[in-house]
């Protein structure tokens, strides 16, 4: 059996950023488990810029925002494995991983940072008709194919889904010399970043298709077409509405889930809303020690966020192994929603040990103009924000003062929503 003082579940953004801030918060030994090859995680493929400009103040692109982080590791000399698999957590912190170098082996952690991502929703769970021809790709893997391996999927493509990766791909397949014939949107509103919208589709000229979907893929060896079909308010398509469109690769870019297998393995609560973890004010699961955070916890926007909430558990993960056993049991106050907010994160907050002023992220369900963002400490409103547009594709945040939680006798609800102006 190997000892750590925190043991941390992938290398990717997350977990650099989650290392490095324990380390600076005095944990002594810490190691990354890292699946892949390298350190960095998807940010090595996204060779686009628009990174750091909240972290580092300046536009990078995803290598180099993961370099910065990757000298931090080093520099902080903080332990880490590459190519190794973390097959089982027990409730205890008891890990189980394996490599090529190392076979089967055994780490015990006073705590644990889940950091493990996320996947894309492939084509099995989408229940698209027709045959499985080769040319359909998850827009990830085909970022992948072109950007590291510097293999083209195909020469005219439809991209389903309107989600980040996907407006990205559009715009790297038209700027490689493909023919990108048209993105479709299952529903009325775009899953990505208004900026992405403009700078990979308007700007190159390539229509979005709000409230379509493809109803069929022709072609048996390789994908010859596709159609697609505007669909009503219950996702049903509508007969009469057919489009053909001929294109030998089909991209999909339909949603992310969150990779919490182990998660669930080991008895940590999942939120039905996210398929993340339910955390309180320092990022910590219902599994006393163990932490979570960035996209296995909830699909983030940028990376910038990412890197500072998990900042905030490797901080709270370097306090938890100091302070072990000596902190007593307080009560959580729950951080409800209503109006159109999706989620929290986090679920619950223990006052006495949440920074001096907590950051709350959360999506609304639809898109919501000239509304307001309101924060009810009990039925007491203390927040009353003019929003002139909110949209599931953009995470939102309002920040608690510890201070105001403190003042407020009886609380025993936090209440998110939105109200009509």
Do not use: W
């Not at 332990?79 to 170098?101: F, G």
């Not at 403009?198 to 022709?218: A, R, W």
């Amino acid at each position: 059996m190997q000892y750590y003082d925190i043991v941390i579940i992938g290398g990717g953004p997350a977990g650099l950023a989650a290392a490095a801030a324990a380390r600076r918060s005095g944990a002594d030994s810490i190691l990354i488990l890292e699946r892949d090859c390298q350190l960095g995680g998807i940010l090595n493929q996204c060779i686009h810029n628009g990174f750091g400009l909240h972290t580092f103040k300046e536009e990078l692109t995803g290598p180099e925002y993961a370099s910065r982080f990757i000298e931090q590791i080093e520099q902080l000399t903080i332990s880490y494995r590459l190519n190794t698999m973390v097959m089982d957590i027990t409730r205890e912190k008891v890990i189980t991983a394996m490599n090529r170098t190392d076979g089967l082996f055994k780490i015990s952690a006073k705590a644990v940072i889940l950091a493990m991502g996320c996947r894309e929703r492939a084509r099995g769970a989408l229940n698209i008709p027709g045959y499985r021809p080769a040319g359909i790709y998850s827009a990830g893997t085909a970022q992948r194919l072109v950007n590291i391996e510097g293999f083209m999927p195909g020469r005219e493509a439809v991209i389903l889904g309107s989600g980040d990766i996907g407006l990205i791909m559009a715009r790297r397949m038209t700027l490689e010399g493909a023919k990108v014939k048209a993105v479709a949107e299952l529903m009325p509103f775009s899953g990505g970043l208004k900026r992405n919208i403009v700078q990979c589709l308007d700007d190159f000229g390539i229509p979005l298709k709000l409230s379509h979907t493809v109803v069929d893929i022709k072609g048996k060896k390789r994908l010859e077409g596709i159609t697609l079909a505007r669909v009503d308010s219950h996702g049903r398509p509508v007969a009469g509405t057919e489009e053909e469109y001929s294109c030998d690769t089909l991209l999909l870019s339909c949603g992310l889930i969150p990779e919490n297998e182990l998660s669930r393995e080991m008895g940590v609560a999942i939120e039905p809303a996210t398929n993340g973890p339910s955390v309180n004010e320092s990022l910590e699961t219902n599994i006393e020690g163990v932490f979570a955070c960035g996209n296995v916890l909830h699909v983030h926007d940028l990376v910038d966020f990412v890197s500072e909430e998990a900042a905030a558990a490797g901080r709270n993960a370097a306090a938890y192994v100091q302070n072990r056993g000596t902190q007593t049991a307080e009560k959580e106050i729950p951080v409800t929603v209503s109006g159109g907010v999706r989620y929290t994160v986090p679920k619950t907050i223990r006052i006495s040990r949440m920074a001096d002023e907590l950051t709350v992220r959360f999506r609304v369900g639809a898109v919501y103009k000239n509304c307001y963002l309101s924060v009810y400490l009990n039925d007491t409103r203390i927040q009353h924000r003019k929003k002139p547009v909110m949209a599931p594709g953009e995470m939102e945040e309002i920040r608690l003062s510890k201070k105001m939680l403190e003042e407020s006798e009886g609380l025993n609800k936090i209440t998110i929503t939105i109200e009509e102006a």
